[in-house]
């Protein structure tokens, strides 16, 4: 047992030698905090495909009858359904911030932007809840669409890379 023991039993002792007399004893507590979880991050990102293809212009047909170009296009990129999607699922204890953000290819001039899955054009940045009280089938989850926006290419190969960063916030 501990001095600070003994002595509170040593303090303990009281005698009573009136009737009707009492004796008090003061009661402490003891406070041991508890342990807090630690932080973990932890998230499943999925991606598509992010293969686009540049349609250049084109002049089009000659029309010799109407001395004019028919058929002509405008240079566009297309891709596939959802090839364009990154969707990031958080099973962490904490609030995430998804932070994507686009680089173009050295010798490009591409420029690229996201649309979050609310629809909102903006920064590549989604705030995603806690998996905390969630099945792990229903955990929280966002996405991005990445679109390029302008640019064009020449010849096939890299545009660039994309880079998510995740931050708890919580």
């Known amino acids: 047992q501990s001095a600070l023991m003994q002595a509170m039993m040593m303090l303990a002792k009281n ?6 007399g009492s004796a008090s004893m003061i009661v402490n507590g003891t406070y041991i905090p508890g342990s807090s979880a630690s932080k973990v991050v932890s998230v499943d990102v999925s991606w598509g495909s992010m293969t686009f293809t ?6 089009g047909r000659w029309d010799d009858k109407t001395h004019t170009y028919v058929e002509q ?19 962490s204890n904490t609030v995430i911030e998804a932070q994507l953000s686009f680089t173009k290819a050295s010798g490009t001039n591409i420029v690229g932007a996201f649309t979050d899955s ?15 009280g969630t099945n792990v089938n229903q955990a929280p989850s966002a996405y991005a669409h990445f679109n390029i926006t302008s640019g064009d290419i020449t010849s096939n190969g890299k545009i660039g890379s994309i880079t998510l960063k995740i931050v708890s916030v919580s």
């Not at 005698?15 to 009707?20: A, C, L, M, P, R």
């Open 15 to 20: 005698t009573i030698k009136v009737d009707g």
């Open 54 to 59: 540049y349609n250049a212009s084109s002049e």
């Open 118 to 132: 609310v629809g909102a054009t903006g920064d590549g940045k989604m705030t995603i809840a806690s998996a905390v």
């Open 73 to 91: 296009s405008t240079p566009s990129w297309e891709f596939d359904t959802d090839a364009n999607k990154v969707t990031v699922t958080n099973h």
